[in-house]
């Protein structure tokens, strides 16, 4: 996938494509859809219908080479702005076309069943038998046949076919990274997956209708403009036809050609035909940045986003904190104390729970325990630990084990808070432990802030974006972090309902909020969301209440998603702008060139010297056409963005875009004037 991102803009497979589709695309319906093009449309018919006229005998139409060439010049220009669009879909197609390769029959090894009980037995089944809730088999070696969630197991999986990256991913049960996608191969290892999506529901299914456009919608802005272009279009219309009573009252004769021609080229023609193509585009560039969104409406509403949630656990920090130092509680035992810590993280599995191990230097094994029974890290209760015969061990965040303790009676050690206070101080996270509802300690954990990520915060400041830092690390950790990082806010001790009440708050407040998260716990916060970023190793919930989807699962994406949002609205702004300019410069050469003869104080009008009112015209109507092709690559690729705000940015665009807007029409047209009066 990331390699498409390096293609041509022009392949000839795809320029073929397009332009097939570009002749396709005149047929009525479809032009009916974009009302400025549709009325471009009209014109060229009722030209093609006066090339009749003058054929037959009409004289006072001018002559019909001239009527022709304009037709033809009409009709590129319906077949340049169907090209536009043509191509952007095109592309997309091509992925779509490289991911059904992804998609192709596989054999899978399903786990027969007896109710709720599953066999030992495995039967090899085409992968489009199975259904929502299968289980299956998958070993190295085998491709993954369906989307699912691993139920048992732990394996290296090549996502190479999906994400583009050839570095290998580890997926395993439990937790936030037990997604696994059909099309992608098990390297090493044996896992059983349980099917999460029915047969045409796959992820694959739903990037390839995406791509195609198939799910494209237009976004609100796209139909605010869409209506803001048809209400310039009848503007132009009223412009147009009030000329003929001018005309009549000058005693100057103006043609039917003159009439459409003024019309086609005053009208926003140029955005007009760019502006499918630009929506297209835009979720054409998410894609090459690995991202599948779910609408347009995502993509361009990343670009007002106003408040950015992050996590700060492999976002701001490397994400893998490990126990640095061991404090035993004043009285305790410091071997006691550590044995206690290894116990309650036998069944530990993250990154912190085998460096408290790794770090305590015992085998676990080596100690003995009756029946135990391990008690899973959960967000509501931020702790874990283990039960065995009239031991109860628990470790975990200080609020959480105080409440613990409070409950049986027993009160907090001074100088155990006092060493949480310390360890918070120096951006570490303290661990405590309790042992029968009696603090024996506290481990220290560290974790090291990304290089670079306070830069970062500061092109999103620059933006307009507020950055808010989400943690279950307590106020002073987090607070530290924060300070360092050069986040705006942060919410400490988080819990689900916590990033849910912060969204709504700042909703409430009128502003568009986005946020990234892997977990079932995030979905929630994630549909609550403007714009939920869901990674695509996390939990079928999380990816259903999103509306996008990172395939790198990298928690910084959401930065890049944002400038991809803003560069979609920058450059239908900017394209906006420099087609609106472009009319002062099709009108001092063509409404000068209607009157001339009659009102000869209008020659000083004619500023770019044009030969003829018919070269005028025609050279207007030529410059109108190819200056669509020219902004192609320009609507596809989009407008560089630079985070210096929303004023400098306006400032920017109009200078490039406005100014532009109305010099290059000029200078064009000039030269198509000479080009024009030099050949025919």
Same mark, same amino acid.
């Given at each position: 996938m990331k390699s498409s991102s390096n293609k041509k803009l022009f392949q000839a497979t795809i320029v073929n494509e397009?332009?097939?589709?570009?002749?396709?695309?005149?047929?009525?319906?479809?032009?009916?859809?974009?009302?400025?093009?549709?009325?471009?449309?009209?014109?060229?018919?009722?030209?093609?219908?006066?090339?009749?006229?003058?054929? @037959?005998g009409e004289?006072?139409?001018?002559?019909?080479?001239? +009527?022709?060439?304009?037709?033809?010049?009409?009709?590129?220009?319906?077949?340049?702005?169907?090209?536009?669009?043509?191509?952007?879909?095109? =592309?997309?197609?091509?992925?779509?076309?490289?991911?059904?390769?992804?998609?192709?029959?596989?054999?899978?090894?399903?786990?027969?069943?007896?109710g709720?009980?599953?066999? +030992?037995?495995?039967?090899?089944?085409?992968?489009?038998?199975?259904?929502?809730?299968?289980?299956?088999?998958?070993? @190295?070696?085998?491709?993954?046949?369906?989307?699912?969630?691993?139920?048992?197991?732990?394996?290296?999986?090549?996502?190479?076919?999906?994400?583009?990256?050839?570095?290998?991913?580890? =997926?395993?049960?439990?937790?936030?990274?037990?997604?696994?996608?059909?099309? @992608? *191969?098990?390297?090493?290892?044996?896992?059983?997956?349980?099917?999460?999506?029915?047969?045409?529901?796959?992820?694959?299914?739903?990037?390839?209708?995406?791509?195609?456009?198939?799910? !494209?919608?237009? @976004?609100?802005?796209?139909?605010?403009?869409?209506?803001?272009?048809?209400g310039f279009t009848l503007v132009f219309i009223i412009v147009t036809i009030t000329l003929k009573p001018f005309g009549d009252y000058a005693q100057t004769p103006i043609t039917i050609s003159a009439f459409i021609a003024l019309f086609v080229c005053l009208i926003p023609t140029t955005i007009g035909g760019l502006l499918s193509a630009i929506g297209i585009a835009g979720m054409d560039r998410a894609l090459r940045a690995n991202v599948i969104t779910k609408s347009g409406k995502a993509v361009e509403t990343a670009g007002d986003i106003d408040v950015l949630l992050l996590d700060k656990t492999g976002t701001i920090t490397i994400g893998n904190r490990k126990a640095t130092k061991f404090y035993p509680a004043n009285g305790v035992d410091e071997k006691a104390f550590i044995k206690a810590t290894v116990l309650s993280s036998m069944a530990d599995e993250t990154p912190e729970g085998k460096s408290i191990i790794e770090l305590a230097g015992i085998n676990p094994l080596s100690y003995q325990m009756e029946n135990p029974r391990f008690i899973k890290f959960t967000a509501e209760t931020r702790s874990s630990g283990v039960e065995f015969q009239n031991t109860r061990i628990r470790k975990g965040a200080s609020d959480a084990i105080i409440k613990l303790c409070e409950n049986a009676g027993n009160v907090f050690p001074i100088e155990t808070a006092e060493q949480v206070t310390i360890i918070s101080s120096n951006?570490?996270?303290?661990?405590?432990?309790?042992?029968?509802?009696?603090?024996?300690?506290?481990i220290e954990l560290q974790d090291i802030? *990304?290089?670079?990520?306070?830069? !970062?915060?500061?092109?999103? !400041?620059k933006m307009g974006i507020k950055t808010v830092m989400v943690t279950g690390d307590n106020p002073l950790t987090a607070k530290y972090i924060a300070e360092k990082a050069g986040v705006d806010d942060f919410i400490a001790e988080a819990k689900p309902e916590d990033k849910m009440n912060y969204i709504k708050k700042e909703q409430s407040e009128g502003r568009l909020v986005a946020m990234m998260g892997d977990g079932t716990n995030d979905a929630p916060a994630l549909a609550q969301a403007d714009v939920g970023v869901a990674m695509n190793s996390g939990t079928q919930a999380?990816?259903?209440?999103?509306?996008?989807?990172?395939?790198? +699962?990298d928690p910084t994406k959401l930065i890049e998603i944002v400038e991809i949002g803003k560069q979609l609205l920058m450059t239908r702004g900017t394209l906006t702008t420099f087609s609106i300019? +472009?009319?002062?410069?099709?009108?001092?050469?063509?409404?000068?060139?209607?009157?001339?003869?009659?009102?000869?104080?209008?020659?000083?009008?004619n500023i770019m010297k044009l030969h003829s009112p018919e070269s005028a015209i025609l050279s207007a109507v030529i410059f109108n056409a190819i200056i669509i092709p020219f902004l192609i690559p320009l609507a596809l690729r989009?407008?560089?963005?630079?985070?210096?705000?929303?004023?400098?940015?306006? =400032? =920017?665009?109009?200078?490039?875009?406005?100014?532009?807007?109305?010099?290059?029409?000029f200078i064009g047209i000039k030269l198509i004037d000479i080009l024009v009066t030099t050949f025919i």
């Open positions: 397009a332009l097939k589709q570009s002749f396709i695309k005149l047929s009525p319906i479809k032009m009916f859809l974009n009302p400025v093009m549709f009325t471009v449309w009209v014109g060229t018919l009722v030209m093609a219908g006066v090339c009749i006229w003058i054929a @037959t004289t006072h139409q001018g002559s019909l080479a001239y +009527n022709i060439v304009v037709t033809a010049v009409l009709f590129i220009t319906l077949l340049f702005a169907n090209f536009a669009e043509a191509l952007a879909e095109a =592309r997309g197609k091509a992925q779509a076309n490289s991911l059904r390769k992804t998609r192709e029959e596989t054999p899978a090894k399903w786990i027969q069943s007896v709720e009980i599953y066999m +030992n037995e495995v039967k090899m089944v085409p992968s489009s038998q199975l259904k929502k809730g299968d289980i299956f088999l998958c070993e @190295t070696g085998d491709i993954i046949p369906s989307d699912g969630e691993i139920i048992e197991g732990l394996a290296t999986i090549d996502e190479s076919a999906i994400t583009g990256e050839s570095a290998p991913v580890i =997926r395993e049960a439990g937790g936030d990274k037990s997604s696994v996608t059909g099309g @992608t *191969k098990v390297l090493s290892d044996q896992i059983k997956v349980k099917v999460t999506t029915e047969v045409g529901e796959s992820f694959l299914d739903k990037m390839i209708a995406l791509v195609e456009g198939a799910s !494209r919608q237009k @976004t609100p802005n796209e139909i605010a403009l869409t209506i803001l272009l048809a951006g570490g996270t303290p661990l405590v432990v309790a042992e029968n509802e009696r603090v024996i300690g506290v802030i *990304k290089t670079g990520i306070s830069e !970062r915060f500061e092109r999103l !400041r999380a990816k259903e209440a999103g509306n996008m989807v990172d395939l790198d +699962n300019a +472009n009319d002062v410069a099709k009108y001092f050469a063509i409404v000068p060139a209607l009157f001339i003869a009659s009102i000869p104080a209008l020659q000083g009008l989009g407008v560089a963005y630079k985070p210096i705000g929303a004023s400098a940015l306006l =400032r =920017r665009n109009l200078l490039i875009y406005g100014l532009g807007g109305v010099i290059v029409p």
